[in-house]
């Protein structure tokens, strides 16, 4: 399916951000790239761009962002663009004659909005608009977003000035031709040229449906205000990861999300925070094996660090739109090897410990060092198998519970419980209780997953 955007108007408000509304950076990305990558997550890729104001300075940025997002853009040029978006629409016209969606380039959307509302199966000589019945919504400005009243699932009423409403139109909308007749109707009885002029056209005839986006994400930007509000709305949807664990839920989370807030505006990739992670571990690993209580101490603080850089990798992912099933991988990859390290590191530690030596022979009856290098191995084990164990048992609790519900035993606890043993010198316990935990979680989750099974 086609999609067309509009991103010719000036946004005289946000001129102190920027000199082209379309490509004033959000969280470090323009907000006609967030729109176009938001519709590529959702399986368009075949894109018309109206420009108008500053449309030399828009239209490059989109020559060079199409290889990058391996997408085809046409442009569209409205030089008109200062008399109403509907002229933005109709500058269209002759490259759609099929149903396509239509989008503003200053709206920001939970992608899976755009895919539900893909997937209907447009009637001909109708268009449907997504709707916002949330009307107590915080990221809706009352004073300036366009209203709609609905009955039966159908549009009776839209416009700013409405009184009696019961939802807003978030510029999403699935779209056939007659768009461009109601537009031109508009403009020819009423002397309108907006774009709700012409879908108040057609919903006089009965011909626009609703579709309710259930409350997910979508915001209009338009002022400094609105901008504010769109960063804290897109950084607050990084919380509550459904595969977080207790530590990173309560404590890494809020600290990564506040270090990605500063790193979207810096050109780094997600690859490269996993490997500053990596490399954070393996200094905190071999300060382990060096010994004494104080580089113990910084290396479990530097371990339990690198934890909270962990997360940030994911969070400029999505922030930025740089997922990808590679980085994931790579991610995985090295957090495999952090974790063997800073094992190692620990019973390496623990093993050089004379006096650890001495009460394990003398109440124990064994050798010291023995008992210490069978514990690190199953340490390890445990932590490896955890890890391999998570991906078909975070996939069961996710479609068993919601979010939030449970407890979660992984890395995030694991390298916590590291931290927190290093500052209390006591490297061998660690490695006992993490032989202990990872092994029965790892037992746990088999047993569940079975029983799943059987069910």
Same mark, same amino acid.
């Given at each position: 399916?086609?999609?067309?955007?509009?991103?010719?108007? =000036?946004?005289? +408000?946000?001129?102190?951000?920027? &000199?082209?509304?379309?490509?004033? +950076?959000?969280?470090?990305?323009?907000?006609?790239?967030?729109? $176009?990558?938001?519709?590529?997550?959702?399986?368009?890729?075949?894109?018309?761009? #109206?420009?108008?104001? &500053?449309?030399?300075?828009?239209? +490059?940025?989109? @020559?060079?962002?199409?290889?990058?997002?391996?997408?085809? $853009?046409?442009?569209? $040029? &409205?030089?008109?663009?200062?008399?109403?978006?509907?002229?933005?629409?109709?500058?269209?016209?002759?490259?759609?004659?099929?149903? %396509?969606?239509?989008?503003?380039?200053?709206?920001?959307?939970?992608?899976?909005?755009?895919?539900?509302?893909?997937?209907?199966?447009?009637? /001909?000589? @109708?268009?449907?608009?997504?709707?916002?019945? &949330?009307?107590?919504?915080?990221? #809706?400005?009352?004073?300036? #977003?366009?209203?709609?009243?609905? @009955?039966?699932?159908?549009?009776?009423?839209?416009? =700013?000035?409405?009184?009696?409403?019961?939802?807003?139109?978030? !510029? $999403? %909308?699935?779209?056939?031709?007659?768009? %461009? /007749? !109601?537009? @031109?109707?508009s403009v020819a009885e009423d002397e309108d040229s907006s774009l709700s002029g012409g879908v108040r056209c057609l919903a006089a005839r009965g011909r626009v449906k609703v579709f309710d986006i259930g409350g997910r994400f979508w915001c209009d930007t338009d002022s400094p205000q609105d901008m504010d509000n769109a960063e804290n709305a897109l950084i607050e949807l990084l919380r509550g990861k459904t595969s977080d664990g207790p530590v990173s839920r309560y404590l890494n989370r809020p600290i990564s999300i506040r270090i990605s807030r500063r790193l979207a505006s810096v050109p780094i990739t997600p690859n490269q925070i996993s490997l500053i992670s990596f490399l954070l571990c393996v200094v905190a690993a071999w300060l382990f094996a060096i010994g004494g209580y104080v580089t113990l101490a910084l290396g479990g603080l530097l371990a339990q660090f690198a934890s909270i850089i962990d997360g940030c990798d994911g969070e400029i992912a999505r922030l930025k739109f740089l997922k990808s099933d590679f980085g994931g991988w790579f991610d995985a990859v090295l957090d495999r090897y952090a974790d063997a390290l800073l094992l190692f590191g620990l019973t390496w530690h623990a093993h050089a410990a004379g006096p650890l030596r001495d009460v394990l022979v003398t109440f124990i009856g064994v050798r010291g060092g023995s008992v210490v290098l069978v514990m690190g191995f199953l340490a390890i084990i445990g932590s490896f198998m955890n890890s391999y164990t998570a991906d078909k048992y975070d996939s069961l609790m996710k479609a068993k519970f919601s979010k939030g519900k449970g407890i979660r035993i992984g890395r995030d606890v694991r390298i916590f419980l590291i931290f927190l043993c290093a500052l209390c010198n006591l490297p061998f316990m660690t490695l006992i209780v993490l032989a202990i935990l990872m092994n029965a979680e790892t037992v746990r989750r088999v047993v569940v997953c079975y029983r799943n099974e059987q069910h």
């Open positions: 399916m086609k999609c067309l955007i509009l991103a010719a108007g =000036k946004g005289s +408000r946000l001129r102190q951000r920027g &000199n082209s509304k379309p490509l004033i +950076r959000l969280l470090g990305i323009p907000l006609i790239e967030r729109t $176009i990558r938001s519709a590529l997550a959702a399986g368009i890729d075949d894109f018309y761009v #109206v420009s108008g104001y &500053n449309g030399d300075q828009v239209r +490059r940025f989109l @020559e060079d962002l199409a290889p990058r997002c391996a997408t085809t $853009i046409t442009h569209v $040029i &409205n030089n008109d663009w200062q008399d109403g978006n509907g002229l933005s629409l109709l500058a269209a016209k002759g490259h759609l004659v099929e149903p %396509f969606i239509l989008l503003m380039a200053d709206h920001l959307f939970d992608s899976s909005i755009l895919h539900d509302l893909a997937a209907r199966t447009p009637c /001909d000589g @109708e268009i449907t608009l997504a709707v916002d019945y &949330n009307t107590a919504s915080p990221l #809706v400005d009352l004073e300036d #977003v366009t209203r709609v009243r609905s @009955e039966n699932k159908r549009l009776m009423e839209i416009g =700013k000035g409405l009184e009696k409403f019961d939802g807003f139109d978030t !510029g $999403i %909308f699935l779209c056939t031709p007659a768009i %461009f /007749d !109601g537009v @031109e109707q």
